[in-house]
């Protein structure tokens, strides 16, 4: 269409011309659109197929070359057995020495927010101002998968997953619990009484302020750098391959390894958080509900039963899994976010959204590098820098799920979906359950904060108690965290499995079996040997490595959407094979370059013609007066 209009065409169009023309063009993108959805093969997991070519130096290299294939599995050897090993030997120490694991979990956590507290919240914004850096700069128009690539997935479908990948069991279990901790005990940045109208604003605040924009621009980064890398360069879906532009062809060699060894433990360890926390919760839903016992075997129990069903979503793949319990995830959250805001105190919900989101983006300069040094007190170590280390050490596993299903988004879109939308959801969740919460304790119609104290996982069923239909509303909470385990659980039995395979194309059923049984495994072990500080630590110790993976991986990035924008600068398509675009984008920078210099000595040149006759006249007019 566009090919058929000059410029000089377009320039003499009137006003009504110009608008049917663009309408017409965005309906056949529309379109296209559309099309790429409803052809796109189905997805047997997270495994990708690059359309490009691997670099040159990298031909004779294929994802998973090395593995050794036997009995079922189809493993990179170097990644799963230091992997295996290392979790096999932490877990048998952790059940062993249960009396000094506490003590160990506990010191690791102490000296972690003491001597690295300021790297993780440094580390945190530098994350956030990169993602926003490259998705509202020149960066932002650079499409994944290439200029004609369209989304495999409706925006619904697609937001469903982010979400429910992202933190849905997080959003059930602490919704209600961290606004109330915060009102007690407000943090020491706010300077406010506790159990005070202010509390109650700063405790929604800082919610806020632990889900929103900091983890999904987290999340974004690490997904942004896979997307691009196997659907720009023809990389295997691992983090290795975000590393090619700096270390080449040695990203199948040790430190390609030692990346992909930390992403799995990493990715185990966040994992393991998170359905500690809903198997918790579970445990307390369903002791409120038929009175089952509220115990760690129970739980164990509980997570033996999910892990079972989330083997068989493994099994069933992408679309046939995971894709529809997210949507399923979507649907009955949806039900029971609109529930609390009708029945509950829903002027009061609305007010706080709003005000609450205003004070967060007020406060979040300040607040996000506030680092507690100034003030006697360890409230951040137990909050905010778990909190970072918790979704960096989601972030493999997040970040990998969010890039297999986002090819065809720009950079910009891209971070629109993953870190605005979610972050609003997320902010009209915590508003609608938090807010609920701090009004039915301000109003003393329950006790919430007594629940939060005793046992933090039955603060939204007690909650629940001050509205109608508490029976039907606190099943529904049950089988929503139940469907995120789930999902969860297998998202991540995915993205290990992949890891583990080399980014094979294919890895054998009894192998994804294998890490879903697993990552279950990891959650029990540490539930039995330690409890919440179990959890807590693992997932800040681990994320604490993966930072400095991630700071790297930016630089890397960069270099390699500067190499991208050569080619659109210029009006190019990018040559098929991922080497020869290197090539040919350092090509064209050399020759803009040497365009520029030339311009430049071309400016310079008539400049010093200009000034030449002014100053032959002004030798004249001396001559003149000299002679008279």
């Given amino acids: 269409m566009t090919d058929s209009i000059d410029r000089d065409a377009l320039d003499n169009m009137s006003k009504d011309e110009r608008k049917r023309i663009a309408d017409e063009l965005e309906a056949m993108d529309d379109a296209d659109r559309k099309r790429a959805i409803a052809e796109r093969p189905e997805f047997e997991g997270l495994q990708v197929r690059p359309e490009n070519v691997y670099y040159e130096e990298l031909k004779d290299r294929e994802p998973g070359d090395t593995n050794i294939v036997k009995w079922g599995f189809d493993l990179h050897p170097q990644v799963t057995f230091f992997s295996a090993g290392f ?83 997080g959003l059930m279990f602490w919704s209600v619990a961290e606004p109330i901790f915060h009102y007690e005990t407000p943090p020491p940045f706010f300077g406010v009484e506790p159990e005070s109208g202010d509390a109650a604003e700063a405790a929604l605040v800082t919610t806020f302020f632990h889900w929103g924009l900091h983890p999904w621009s987290i999340y974004a980064l690490v997904a942004l750098a896979l997307a691009f890398f196997t659907f720009n360069r023809g990389l295997p879906l691992t983090m290795r391959s975000v590393f090619y532009p700096i270390l080449k062809e040695r990203i199948y060699g040790f430190w390609g390894n030692l990346i992909d060894i930390i992403s799995v433990i990493a990715t185990l360890f966040g994992l393991a958080s998170s359905l500690g926390f809903g198997v918790q919760q579970m445990s307390a839903g369903l ?92 409230w951040q170590g137990g909050w905010t820098v778990f909190y970072w280390g918790w979704w960096i050490s989601w972030a493999p596993f997040v970040g990998m799920f969010i890039a297999r299903v986002s090819k065809g988004r720009t950079i910009r879109e891209f971070v629109v979906g993953v870190v605005l939308v979610p972050s609003m959801v997320t902010f009209l969740w915590m508003s609608a359950f938090g807010g609920a919460a701090l009004k039915t304790q301000i109003d003393g119609t329950r006790d919430i904060a007594a629940a939060v104290n005793e046992n933090t996982a039955t603060a939204l069923f007690d909650m629940l108690e001050a509205f109608p239909l508490t029976f039907v509303t606190s099943l529904l909470g049950v089988i929503l965290v139940t469907s995120f385990f789930v999902t969860s659980s297998d998202s991540g039995s995915l993205v290990v499995d992949n890891l583990t395979s080399g980014g094979k194309l294919e890895s054998p059923v009894p192998q994804r079996i294998f890490w879903a049984i697993m990552e279950g495994a990891v959650a029990a072990i540490l539930l039995i040997g330690g409890g919440l500080l179990a959890l807590q630590s693992a997932a800040v110790a681990s994320g604490l490595l993966f930072a400095c993976v991630i700071m790297v991986a930016i630089y890397s990035m960069k270099k390699a959407f500067d190499n991208e924008l050569r080619f659109l600068d210029a009006g190019l398509a990018v040559p098929e094979q991922a080497r020869v675009a290197d090539q040919e984008g350092r090509r064209l920078k050399a020759e803009e370059e040497a365009r520029a210099e030339a311009e430049r000595d071309l400016a310079e040149s008539a400049s010093i013609k200009e000034t030449r006759p002014a100053k032959a006249s002004r030798v004249e007019e001396e001559e003149e007066e000299e002679s008279e």
């Fill in 287 to 378: 002791n409120f509900l038929f009175g089952t016992p509220d115990v760690v075997v129970f739980q164990v129990i509980l997570i033996a039963a999910i892990t079972g069903l989330a083997t068989m979503s493994v099994v069933a793949g992408l679309d046939g899994g995971v894709k529809r319990l997210s949507q399923l995830n979507l649907g009955l959250a949806a039900v029971f976010l609109f529930f609390i805001i009708i029945v509950g105190p829903t002027i009061f919900i609305i007010g706080t959204f709003v005000e609450s989101t205003g004070q967060y983006v007020q406060a979040l300069p300040s607040l996000s590098l506030w680092t507690e040094s100034l003030t006697d007190s360890e």
């Fill in 87 to 169: 979790l096999i030997l932490f877990l048998a120490a952790t059940l062993i020495f249960k009396d000094q694991a506490e003590v160990f979990f506990q010191g690791t956590l102490d000296f972690i927010a003491d001597k690295f507290g300021w790297f993780y919240i440094l580390s945190a914004n530098i994350f956030v101002i990169a993602i926003f850096a490259f998705a509202f700069s020149k960066y932002g128009k650079i499409r994944l998968g290439g200029q004609h690539a369209r989304p495999e997935f409706t925006n619904i479908a697609w937001y469903a997953m982010l979400i429910s990948a992202g933190m849905g069991i």
